[in-house]
């Protein structure tokens, strides 16, 4: 690897104009120290930095980019859509289009809205679930993540019903009483909260399979028992697939586990790596929005054609046979690699899977949610994720993030990060 020279250069001027230099917290590589990334360019599996180092990518822009970067059929859709305007602020058929493929894919979505992000997709679909049931309060999960509005910035100090306090500065104490936390993978405590304020909630907001505190799978009945509490007690099940959506398989989560929620919320894969997102759901629910219904929602830049085009491209190419198979076997392989790794180096994991998300835990005992995730040594992760970076592989600079496997990673690609794991996690057993 060459002298980073040139990114430091970047970051030093990045440092005095964006907020730490960077756009979104997780870039500043906080988490592991060193420096961040300055990208130049990303090619499939790949990205060059300011130097032109070349990097194995398992970021993949937080999963949006299953295809890997610059993917020729996304790359030919965008060129062509840029001579043909690239914002109208009025209906074109792309969005039709989009919206279809969608709902072709997720029958429970009858009815869509596109917004420009997730965050602003969770937002708004917790408006229209409070617009429908005329409820307040909301049941989120500790360690889940669904964007940064202000109902979502909250985390329960205990695993029980309790008042949120406010996790963020800014979010006013009275907003965050209305967001209650349940510990991931405990359907007794939703009962719980059900029991104690069932009347006052209008929905379980849930990624079905957890991805933002490392990956958590469900446990075997969790996601049922939330569509049966929600369902008795006239709350709303909202399923955030804005990482699981067109990654666990074509119909996201909520058809791999056989789970109709009334809402979903969509982000990441669904715009090629263009500002996309949506919510959409039951036809009743989303008739409150405006202009059918009361609920207020808008965007100026909303379905816009050139992110259209991406996601249409996108989705095209993931409608091919096999794809998905081919993701899952060699996220298989890359998980049985690293756990041989892991064992010859007697360090102890726990490696979690799902579909193309993988999280190596350097945690003693299985993770099962947030707490257990906590429980991992997190100081053993920066290590780990300096030692392959060294070597050109480029993790998610924290420990409770998934590795991304792309469609662009190759068997040979896998094999080469296993063995660069085998020599830093014997690197790190030797300190
Ligand atoms: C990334 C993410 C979001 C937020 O999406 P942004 O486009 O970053 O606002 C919401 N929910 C989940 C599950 C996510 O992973």
Same mark, same amino acid.
């Given at each position: 690897? *060459?002298?980073?020279?040139?990114?430091?250069?970047?970051?030093?001027?990045?440092?005095?104009?964006?907020i730490?230099?960077?756009?979104?917290?997780?870039?500043?590589?906080?988490?592991?120290?060193?420096?961040?990334?300055?990208?130049?360019?990303?090619?499939?599996?790949?990205?060059?930095?300011?130097?032109?180092?070349?990097?194995?990518?398992?970021?993949?822009?937080?999963?949006?980019?299953?295809?890997?970067?610059?993917?020729?059929?996304?790359?030919?859709?965008?060129?062509?859509?840029?001579?043909?305007?690239?914002?109208?602020?009025?209906?074109?058929?792309?969005?039709?289009?989009?919206?279809?493929?969608?709902?072709? &894919?997720?029958?429970?979505?009858?009815?869509?809205?596109? %917004?420009? $992000?997730?965050?602003? &997709? &969770?937002? $708004?679909?917790?408006?229209?679930?409070?617009?429908?049931?005329?409820?307040?309060?909301?049941?989120?999960?500790?360690?889940?993540?669904?964007?940064?509005?202000?109902? =979502?910035?909250?985390?329960?100090?205990?695993?029980?019903?309790?008042?949120?306090?406010? *996790?963020?500065?800014?979010?006013?104490?009275?907003?965050?009483?209305?967001?209650?936390?349940?510990?991931?993978?405990?359907?007794?405590?939703?009962?719980?909260? =059900? &029991?104690?304020?069932?009347?006052?909630?209008?929905?379980?907001? %849930?990624e079905?399979?957890?991805?933002?505190?490392?990956?958590?799978? !469900?446990?075997?009945?969790?996601?049922?028992?939330?569509?049966?509490?929600?369902?008795?007690h006239?709350?709303?099940?909202? =399923?955030?697939?804005?990482?699981?959506?067109?990654?666990?398989?074509?119909?996201?989560?909520?058809?791999?586990?056989?789970?109709? !929620?009334?809402?979903?919320?969509l982000?990441?894969?669904?715009?090629?790596?263009? !500002?996309?997102?949506?919510?959409?759901?039951?036809?009743?629910?989303?008739?409150?929005?405006?202009?059918?219904?009361?609920?207020?929602?808008?965007?100026?830049?909303s379905?816009?054609?050139?992110?259209?085009?991406?996601?249409?491209?996108?989705?095209?190419?993931?409608?091919?046979?096999?794809?998905?198979?081919?993701?899952?076997?060699?996220?298989?392989?890359?998980a049985?690699?690293?756990?041989e790794?892991?064992?010859?180096?007697?360090?102890?994991?726990?490696?979690?899977?799902?579909?193309?998300?993988?999280?190596?835990?350097?945690?003693?005992?299985?993770?099962?949610?947030?707490?257990?995730?906590?429980?991992?040594?997190?100081?053993?992760f920066?290590?780990?994720?300096?030692?392959?970076?060294?070597?050109?592989?480029?993790?998610?600079? $924290?420990? =409770?993030?998934?590795?991304?496997? $792309?469609?662009?990673?190759?068997?040979?690609?896998?094999?080469?990060?296993?063995?660069?794991?085998?020599?830093?996690?014997?690197?790190?057993?030797?300190?």
């Amino acid at each position: 690897m *060459s002298a980073r020279n040139r990114s430091r250069e970047i970051y030093r001027r990045a440092s005095e104009l964006l907020i730490g230099g960077v756009n979104s917290p997780v870039r500043a590589f906080a988490a592991v120290g060193g420096e961040p990334l300055i990208v130049q360019s990303g090619s499939g599996a790949r990205l060059l930095d300011a130097d032109g180092n070349e990097y194995l990518d398992f970021i993949g822009s937080w999963g949006a980019m299953i295809l890997g970067h610059a993917h020729p059929a996304v790359s030919a859709a965008l060129a062509e859509q840029a001579a043909r305007g690239t914002s109208y602020g009025v209906t074109c058929e792309l969005e039709v289009l989009l919206a279809e493929q969608i709902r072709a &894919a997720l029958p429970s979505v009858e009815r869509i809205r596109f %917004v420009s $992000s997730g965050t602003e &997709a &969770a937002m $708004s679909a917790i408006r229209a679930a409070r617009g429908f049931t005329r409820r307040d309060c909301i049941v989120k999960f500790e360690g889940g993540y669904h964007g940064h509005a202000d109902s =979502f910035l909250s985390q329960a100090g205990s695993g029980l019903a309790t008042f949120g306090i406010a *996790s963020s500065a800014g979010v006013p104490e009275a907003f965050a009483t209305l967001t209650l936390n349940a510990p991931y993978n405990d359907a007794g405590a939703v009962e719980r909260i =059900f &029991a104690a304020r069932g009347k006052e909630i209008a929905a379980v907001i %849930v990624e079905p399979v957890a991805a933002n505190m490392g990956v958590v799978p !469900p446990e075997s009945g969790f996601l049922e028992t939330l569509r049966e509490i929600t369902s008795r007690h006239g709350a709303l099940l909202i =399923f955030d697939e804005v990482i699981t959506g067109f990654r666990i398989g074509w119909g996201g989560a909520q058809n791999a586990f056989g789970i109709q !929620p009334d809402l979903t919320v969509l982000g990441k894969i669904i715009g090629g790596g263009m !500002p996309v997102a949506a919510y959409g759901g039951r036809a009743d629910v989303m008739k409150m929005v405006a202009p059918e219904g009361p609920v207020y929602q808008a965007g100026t830049l909303s379905g816009n054609p050139l992110a259209m085009r991406a996601g249409l491209a996108t989705l095209a190419e993931l409608h091919r046979p096999g794809l998905y198979e081919g993701l899952a076997a060699r996220t298989a392989h890359l998980a049985n690699g690293l756990r041989e790794a892991a064992k010859s180096a007697r360090v102890p994991v726990q490696i979690n899977v799902a579909g193309s998300l993988l999280t190596l835990f350097f945690a003693q005992d299985p993770v099962h949610d947030y707490a257990s995730a906590k429980r991992s040594d997190t100081a053993k992760f920066a290590r780990f994720f300096g030692e392959m970076l060294a070597r050109g592989i480029l993790l998610p600079p $924290s420990q =409770f993030e998934a590795l991304f496997l $792309s469609a662009a990673h190759t068997d040979a690609d896998v094999d080469r990060t296993i063995a660069a794991a085998g020599e830093a996690l014997a690197s790190i057993a030797a300190a």
